[in-house]
């Protein structure tokens, strides 16, 4: 499920989602009515926190990736080693 979720998961999105929370934490300040400020002040911490931690998966996202390379080259240094030892038997 994480997998086929980070797909759709980049960077502008990440972006996207902090600016809106953003704007609308501004647009909360801007309120006349207690409830509307607390309402929208809500929404806005949760718009930046969802933001985040699509921030997070992205970072998870892309250090599976560099680990998956890193994976394979080490497998193919050790057969080229096994290879080796091998050879001088």
């Known amino acids: 499920m994480l997998g086929s979720f980070?797909?759709?998961?980049?960077?502008?999105?990440?972006v996207a989602l902090v600016l809106g929370g953003i704007a609308?934490?501004?647009?909360a300040a801007t309120l006349g009515g207690r409830l509307g400020q607390l309402v929208a002040?809500?929404?806005?911490?949760?718009?930046?926190?969802?933001g985040l931690v699509l921030?997070?998966?992205v970072w998870l996202k892309r250090m599976n990736a560099d680990i998956g390379g890193n994976r394979?080259?080490?497998?193919?240094?050790?057969?080229d080693i096994l290879d080796e030892r091998e050879s001088e038997k």
Do not use: A, K, N, Q
């Not at 980070?6 to 990440?14: A, C, D, I, K």
């Not at 609308?24 to 647009?27: E, T």
């Not at 002040?41 to 969802?50: K, M, P, S």
């Open 6 to 14: 980070t797909e759709y998961v980049g960077f502008p999105s990440v």
């Open 24 to 27: 609308i934490l501004v647009w």
């Open 41 to 50: 002040g809500f929404v806005g911490v949760l718009v930046v926190l969802g």
């Open 55 to 57: 921030m997070f998966f």
């Open 72 to 79: 394979h080259d080490i497998e193919r240094d050790l057969d």
